[in-house]
């Protein structure tokens, strides 16, 4: 194979996207071939913008079986993810997928389950993951240089959103529709970013969602939550889509200092000697390592949603190990589902979570939802935009 046929399912804001740097071909090795979308404007917009070589689809077994294509990009809206990548892998395709994985994990655990019986490259479009900033962050935590990690803070509150945009979708914060709120389309990005750069899940959560605390909405809003993790570590995770000025700071704190990310800079309080060795040798009354103030210096520049699908297709051709492996899409989505299933239990919830209580709560929430149930999302409706 000299190239790799990529077939994109969903033309809304993100498909879109896609397909403006697939059709000038600014992804090396792979040709942009065929779309799937339902909207007949859509569709009309890709015959007149991507051009008469893209075969155009509005029925998704027959784009599956077409034969055109080789690899798919789903950008459909959450809770088709999982569904649309299933039939995607039976029908013998490589998949690209949209985060989030999916809304609960345990249909997320039955997309990996078909991903690892098919053989197939599958990746998730954390494209995050090629920011310098985070991919130093890594590097530095599994160096050692950090040394064992004591303490995560992520406050991530630079997520305003006012009334207006909610009521902009009768399908936005409803949990028919999205399946949550800020947790599940705000924070991916920042969930799967808090346990990669460290490689550590925690082993319990408590938290605690409020539910349209400062919008007119049925999903959360305001999320504060603590995790610990197996070797004593603890971590709180704060987000919220109704506050001005917001916030972005990712703190991590090891027995070797401290490094903090924000307004795009890394900095490490780095202690001269381990503050285990400094405790167990120090004698005096009061006093504390000495502590060095350095900017990392950051090299290089993200790629983005491009470099994902570059390195997918790389994946495919070159057998390039996958930046953002697919099967990983499950972990930050577990501590999304372990968040709100904390608050809906109103207690400790271990991981991994007990999915079917997840899904019975989850499904008890859309019955019992004062949203009218034709403003969700249908299956396979991808007329969805972030």
């Given at each position: 194979?000299?190239?790799?046929?990529?077939?994109?399912?969903?033309?809304?804001?993100?498909?879109?996207?896609?397909?403006?740097?697939?059709?000038?071909?600014?992804?090396?090795?792979?040709?942009?071939?065929?779309?799937?979308?339902?909207?007949?404007?859509?569709?009309?917009?890709?015959?007149?913008?991507?051009?008469?070589?893209?075969?155009?689809?509005?029925?998704?077994?027959?784009?599956?079986?077409?034969?055109?294509?080789?690899?798919?990009?789903?950008?459909?809206?959450?809770?088709?993810?999982?569904?649309?990548?299933?039939?995607?892998?039976?029908?013998?395709?490589?998949?690209?997928?949209?985060?989030?994985?999916?809304?609960?994990?345990?249909?997320?655990?039955?997309?990996?389950?078909?991903?690892?019986?098919?053989?197939?490259?599958?990746?998730?479009?954390?494209?995050?993951?090629?920011?310098?900033?985070?991919?130093?962050?890594?590097?530095?935590?599994?160096?050692?240089?950090?040394?064992?990690?004591?303490?995560?803070?992520?406050?991530?509150?630079?997520?305003?959103?006012?009334?207006?945009?909610?009521?902009?979708?009768?399908?936005?914060?409803?949990?028919?529709?999205?399946?949550?709120?800020?947790?599940?389309?705000?924070?991916?990005?920042?969930?799967?970013?808090?346990?990669?750069?460290?490689?550590?899940?925690?082993?319990?959560?408590?938290a605690f969602c409020y539910f349209g605390k400062h919008r007119n909405i049925e999903v959360e809003d305001d999320v504060t939550a603590f995790v610990e993790y197996e070797n004593g570590a603890t971590g709180l995770f704060v987000t919220t889509t109704g506050e001005a000025p917001g916030t972005n700071r990712f703190e991590i704190?090891?027995?070797?200092?401290?490094?903090?990310?924000?307004?795009?800079?890394?900095?490490?309080?780095?202690?001269?000697?381990?503050?285990?060795?400094?405790?167990?040798?120090?004698?005096?009354?009061?006093?504390?390592?000495?502590?060095?103030?350095?900017?990392?210096?950051?090299?290089?520049?993200?790629?983005?949603?491009?470099?994902?699908?570059?390195?997918?297709?790389?994946?495919?051709?070159?057998?390039?190990?996958?930046?953002?492996?697919?099967?990983?899409?499950?972990?930050?989505?577990?501590?999304?589902?372990?968040?709100?299933?904390?608050?809906?239990?109103?207690?400790?919830?271990?991981?991994?979570?007990?999915?079917?209580?997840?899904?019975?709560?989850?499904?008890?929430?859309?019955?019992?939802?004062?949203?009218?149930?034709?403003?969700?999302?249908?299956?396979?409706?991808?007329?969805?935009?972030?």
């Amino acid at each position: 194979m000299e190239k790799v046929r990529i077939g994109i399912i969903g033309l809304g804001n993100m498909g879109t996207g896609h397909a403006k740097y697939l059709v000038k071909n600014e992804v090396k090795g792979a040709e942009l071939t065929a779309i799937c979308e339902f909207r007949a404007d859509r569709l009309e917009w890709a015959k007149e913008n991507l051009g008469q070589d893209i075969q155009l689809f509005d029925n998704l077994d027959a784009f599956l079986n077409s034969g055109a294509i080789d690899s798919v990009l789903i950008a459909t809206p959450h809770y088709d993810h999982p569904e649309v990548a299933i039939k995607a892998f039976k029908a013998g395709l490589h998949v690209l997928c949209e985060k989030p994985a999916g809304v609960y994990t345990k249909q997320v655990r039955q997309m990996n389950e078909a991903a690892k019986e098919s053989g197939k490259i599958f990746s998730m479009m954390y494209n995050q993951r090629t920011n310098p900033l985070y991919k130093k962050l890594k590097d530095l935590v599994e160096s050692g240089e950090l040394g064992e990690i004591r303490r995560t803070n992520w406050i991530i509150t630079n997520w305003y959103r006012s009334q207006s945009y909610y009521d902009s979708g009768g399908w936005r914060a409803t949990w028919a529709g999205e399946g949550g709120g800020v947790l599940i389309n705000q924070d991916p990005h920042q969930l799967d970013l808090w346990q990669w750069t460290i490689d550590m899940m925690p082993k319990r959560v408590r938290a605690f969602c409020y539910f349209g605390k400062h919008r007119n909405i049925e999903v959360e809003d305001d999320v504060t939550a603590f995790v610990e993790y197996e070797n004593g570590a603890t971590g709180l995770f704060v987000t919220t889509t109704g506050e001005a000025p917001g916030t972005n700071r990712f703190e991590i704190s090891g027995d070797r200092g401290k490094i903090v990310i924000e307004d795009g800079k890394l900095t490490f309080w780095r202690l001269r000697v381990s503050e285990r060795e400094f405790n167990e040798t120090f004698k005096g009354g009061f006093g504390q390592p000495e502590c060095w103030k350095i900017d990392i210096p950051i090299e290089g520049k993200e790629t983005s949603h491009m470099g994902i699908t570059q390195n997918f297709v790389d994946a495919i051709l070159h057998g390039t190990p996958l930046v953002a492996p697919g099967e990983e899409g499950i972990k930050g989505l577990m501590l999304s589902n372990a968040m709100l299933l904390s608050t809906w239990t109103d207690n400790w919830v271990d991981l991994p979570i007990d999915e079917d209580l997840f899904e019975q709560h989850l499904q008890d929430k859309i019955k019992n939802s004062t949203v009218n149930k034709e403003a969700g999302y249908k299956t396979f409706d991808v007329s969805a935009s972030r």
